[in-house]
């Protein structure tokens, strides 16, 4: 009984309450921080984060700033040691040209007759000539007041070789007024040895050049590059096509090259009538290797037409200048690259570049790059040369 009556009394509390809260005679039970009767001073502050959470999250942002940090060191130090390796690479590539033009004027020394009364060309490309700029430079200043004009610029080119600027000016100077008059070799009688000297701009076959077909081909401007032993050798003044050095993106060496077929084969049976094939000698091309990469330079062949190499490339311009090269409307037409700040344009040479998918070629701004570029690529010009019978 008395369990029943606690029971009860229990029962009858609970309705109570439930029903004081009903009519609000007794007010619900308020969570601090809702109530929005209630002063703030009187909510309890949010829990703060703990000292070893934040510690954690600090060290998390200063990693990723670290490894941030590392990687633009890492860039800056490609981008250093990158620079430092060109910049070695291009030294070296000065240093063997230097050497390829030396051995190229050993190679001419001794294949000319020694010369015991009066110094000649072959005299001062010897080696062992001590002379210096200054003293090359009188050589060639008393065969140009003697008007020898052939051997004063023969001694100024060894002289501005050394750096001397006197001997360059000079040269420019001689070039300038022997290009005129310019012989036609196709409407005039053959020309002796006498009558063609280094620097003369000749005219000799036809090819299309201004890109209009209506008017058929344009005769093809020759610069002579140097004469001896009664033959001359001819560079074309412009850039005449724009050819890939071969057709395929593959290894190739100038032996095997399409472009060398293309001389040889459609070039020369289109440029040049029976009577000029007759007067343009076939020789033998050695093909070296490339000193600053060692690719390998193929076998010698035997052309009528061919491309400079970068040491003949070396040898027979007086300077960068001299070797720039700007191309017809009908290279250009054919895709010839064309420099935005000198009109000039890329033209290849046969030596292998860096690797033996590349070729050597010369800049719009006269320097020979011998890595090279893709065998492949469309947009270098063509500058033909060969060996002319005077």
Sequence with gaps: MKNRALLMFAALTAIFF???????????????????TEDPADVPEETPVPEWIQTQQAIQMMQTEIIQTQEAIAVMQTQAVWDITLEAVNAEQTRIAQTQ????????????PAVTSTPKFSDAQDPTNKASADELFRKGKTYYEKQDYEEAVKWYRLAADQGDELAAQALKEIMRWTV?????????????????????IITFGHYEQDNNLKNGPEPIEWRVLVVEDARALLISKYGLDAKPYHEKDESVTWEKCSLRGWLNEEFYNKAFDSSEKNRILQITIKNLKNQSYGTKGGNDTRDHIFLLSFDEANLYFVSNDDRMCQSSDYAKENGASIDRDNGNSSWWLRS???????AAFVRPTGNINYSGDYVHRRIIVVRPAFWLDL
């Design 352 to 358: 292998p570049g860096w690797m033996a998918i590349s």
């Design 18 to 36: 439930l029903f004081g809260m009903a009519v609000g005679q007794i007010p619900l039970p308020v969570i601090p921080g809702t109530d929005p």
């Design 101 to 112: 033009a030396a051995f190229g004027a050993t190679q001419t020394q001794a294949a000319e």
């Design 180 to 200: 005129t008059p310019t012989p036609t070799l196709t409407q005039t009688p053959k020309p002796t040895a006498v009558s063609v000297k280094a620097g003369n």
